[in-house]
């Protein structure tokens, strides 16, 4: 019997938020399941990240390697292999990937309703708004039904959105198994707003926290917004198990893989001047937490895994045939053979036009000298810019880019980056030593 399996997806979570006093119910489900520890997003910014799975390729290679840029409507989509297999699709919340970029030229539907062919093929329930944060705030808002029907919303985000999943579990009558992608926009900040925006009643729970050592060590704004950040996730988990009772009431829960992630993490603009597009892993390190299937049981895995390999990981757990050109290794695969990669690779856009891979050990990235990385996929010449021995330096404290004592591992660390470059853009760039800046 196909699975059913249902995607909980958030955004802009850290990985160590996944604690039994922020996410009990997620902790529950780990015990139960399995939880990646080592977890990371291949594009540490939303729209790249969120093609990345529709597409089951990196951001370069679908075209969607910033915000803003449309899911090219010429690839078949993780929901069209689902809909040929004879599963349901449904997606709820946050979309990301329907308006074009160029402001008054082609579509633009940031806060009206995605068009149809624009719905990535999730045909049989779609309750969703491109720009979710354009169309809600932490209270309140709306998002559009498959005809484009505005449906408005009153209450805490979150909770609204996952009512419209719950309504699709109720509502579904036929035998098929169901594909069903919720996707969240919380903890994300509201930019308008200008702040996280966490259920008013959680909020002093949280006003006590310590904050980690990746942060703390830094100037940033999360003194302020931690509080909100971390009542935006206990949300989260709190719905989590709303979808967990609903499951168990209807007599499907055995029967359905759950696999929750997000897109990228949080680092508080102590990295930048805002909340990601950094290779630090405040910013790409995710939670990944899988039960049910063969994640049954799986206990705490060790292994290097990368936001490419859900994709074709969901494909496997339903049975259909993983297409030659996804990126990604399935964990089906990965769990049964014993597999391990050496790395996992990252594009970074918008701050920089980078190039990233992060080893058990070690991160390394190299950046282009040029601002092109809001205009630019690729560069033909980086020059490195950071490297971090994470078990020596878990918080990322001290940048050993200019190190002598790690020559050799920058030089195999360039080899290794220059090996993953190649296999995705079929390029062979220069990487240079990292500028010295000589004081005058």
């Given at each position: 019997m196909q699975p059913n399996i249902i995607f909980y997806f958030s955004d802009q979570q850290r990985s160590d938020t996944v604690t039994e006093d922020i996410m009990p119910t997620l902790c529950d489900l780990a015990k139960e399941g399995t939880r990646f520890e080592n977890s990371f997003t291949c594009q540490p910014v939303c729209g790249p990240a969120r093609a990345c799975l529709q597409s089951g390729v990196y951001a370069t290679q679908c075209g969607c390697f910033?915000?803003?840029?449309?899911?090219?409507?010429?690839?078949?989509?993780?929901?069209d292999y689902f809909n040929d297999a004879g599963y349901e699709t449904a997606y709820v919340?946050?979309?990301?990937?329907?308006?074009?970029?160029?402001p008054g030229v082609g579509v633009h539907c940031e806060k009206t309703a995605v068009p149809k062919e624009r719905q990535g093929g999730y045909r049989d329930w779609w309750r969703a708004s491109d720009v979710l944060e354009f169309t809600s705030h932490g209270y309140d808002g709306y998002v559009f039904?498959?005809?484009?029907?505005?449906?408005?919303?009153?209450?805490?985000?979150?909770?609204?959105?996952?009512?419209?999943?719950?309504?699709y579990l109720d509502q579904k009558t036929s035998e098929k198994p169901f594909f069903l992608f919720l996707s969240h926009i919380e903890p994300h900040h509201q930019n308008d707003h200008g702040r996280f925006e966490g259920?008013?009643?959680?909020?002093?729970?949280?006003?006590?926290?310590?904050?980690?050592e990746?942060?703390?060590?830094l100037r940033g704004d999360y003194e302020k917004m931690y509080p909100d950040y971390l009542a935006c996730i206990?949300?989260?988990?709190?719905?989590?198990?709303?979808?967990?009772?609903?499951?168990?009431?209807?007599?499907?829960?055995?029967n359905t893989v759950i696999v929750y992630t997000s897109?990228?993490?949080?680092?508080?603009?102590?990295?930048?001047?805002?909340?990601?597009?950094?290779?630090?892993?405040?910013?790409?390190?995710?939670?990944?937490?899988?039960l049910g299937g063969p994640f049954r049981g799986g206990g705490v895995q060790s292994r290097l895994v990368s936001l490419i390999d859900l994709p074709p990981t969901l494909l496997d757990l339903a049975g259909i045939p993983v297409p030659k050109n996804y990126m990604g290794k399935s964990l089906v695969q990965e769990l049964k053979t014993g597999e391990e990669r050496d790395c996992v690779f990252l594009q970074i856009s918008e701050s920089q036009c980078g190039r990233a891979i992060r080893t058990k050990k070690y991160t390394y990235s190299v950046r282009s000298a040029a601002l092109t990385g809001f205009v630019k996929s690729y560069a033909n010449v980086y020059f490195e810019d950071y490297l971090y021995d994470n078990e020596k330096d878990p918080a990322q404290k001290r940048n050993l880019i200019r190190d002598k004592v790690y020559k050799a591992v920058r030089r195999d660390l360039r080899q290794k980056l220059l090996r993953e470059i190649y296999k995705v853009e079929q390029k062979t760039p220069k990487i240079l030593p990292a500028v010295i800046v000589r004081k005058k």
């Open positions: 910033k915000n803003g840029v449309a899911l090219p409507q010429n690839i078949k989509t993780l929901a919340g946050k979309w990301h990937l329907a308006s074009d970029p160029v039904d498959g005809d484009g029907n505005q449906i408005d919303f009153k209450g805490y985000r979150a909770d609204c959105i996952t009512d419209f999943a719950l309504q259920p008013k009643e959680l909020v002093p729970e949280f006003q006590n926290t310590p904050i980690p990746d942060l703390s060590f206990r949300s989260l988990d709190d719905n989590l198990k709303r979808i967990v009772i609903k499951l168990k009431e209807k007599g499907l829960f055995e897109d990228h993490g949080c680092h508080f603009k102590t990295r930048n001047v805002e909340y990601k597009r950094s290779c630090h892993d405040s910013a790409i390190h995710t939670p990944l937490v899988i």
